[in-house]
């Protein structure tokens, strides 16, 4: 099972992040994608108790070419691991992952329905994954990902954690910066703070000035 370390950044400029990602030399790994996601678990909320994840990702091409296609992935996440020192969690977000690629997001859907879960939270954002160049050796297994998400735009570094921290300091970030919630997180936190009840996080429920429901 391979380990997901990762942090995010609350983005304010984005005019400045894509002149410091250019003088990085980072270049577009994978284009933009539309990302369309459901988090599923039993009624008495077994999994999340567990500080587990189950999710199906569909994603597709944000381009406007009619030619391209979505691709669907399914993720079984473990609880956070807690690998610092003295006890104390790690600055970055480490957990245990499996992702599979799959053919029938639907499908699958509706086996994860009879098996007794459920779709409890869905949540949408745009997504553009970029690396860096070869001769930043330090960065070779780093991903930088920019998410436009309705509740603003944030970036993702996932990788080694030299290269996360260094990374970051490159762009302009502290420490001190790191975000470690996950978006469902982020996104109740943004819904209390302006009075609204959350929902599912969706471009569409932005638009309409918020809602009560899913």
């Known amino acids: 099972m391979a380990k997901e370390r990762e942090i995010k950044l609350r983005i304010e400029d984005l005019p400045a992040l894509r002149r410091a990602l250019a003088k990085l030399g980072a270049r577009v790994a994978k284009p933009r994608v539309h990302e369309r996601n459901v988090l599923f678990d039993r009624p008495d909320c077994t999994l ?3 500080e587990q994840l189950l999710r199906i990702r569909t994603e597709t091409s944000a381009s406007k ?3 391209s296609g979505s691709h669907s992935l ?4 473990r609880p956070i691991l807690e690998t610092g020192s003295a006890g104390k969690s790690e600055r970055h977000k480490v957990r245990e992952e499996i992702e599979l690629e799959i053919s029938g997001a639907k499908v699958l859907a509706k086996v994860f329905e009879g098996l007794g879960f459920r779709g ?7 997504r553009t994954t970029f690396r860096l160049p070869a001769s930043k050796a330090w ?13 603003g735009t944030f970036l993702e570094l996932e990788g080694p954690a030299k290269a ?19 978006y469902m997180v982020l996104y109740r936190e943004f ?5 609204e009840e959350p929902g599912d996080m969706l471009f569409a429920r932005k638009n309409r000035g918020g809602g009560s429901g899913k």
Not at 74 to 77: Q, Y
Not at 120 to 126: G, I, N, P, R, V
Not at 164 to 179: S, V
């Open 48 to 50: 999340a108790k567990r």
């Open 65 to 67: 070419n009619k030619q």
């Open 74 to 77: 399914v993720t079984f996440k």
């Open 120 to 126: 409890w939270f869905q949540y949408e954002k745009f």
């Open 139 to 151: 960065a070779g297994k780093l991903l930088i990902e920019l998410d436009e998400t309705p509740i």
């Open 164 to 182: 996360i921290d260094r990374a970051a300091q490159a762009l302009g970030f502290e420490k001190k910066d790191y975000i470690l919630a996950n």
């Open 191 to 195: 819904s209390q703070s302006r009075g």
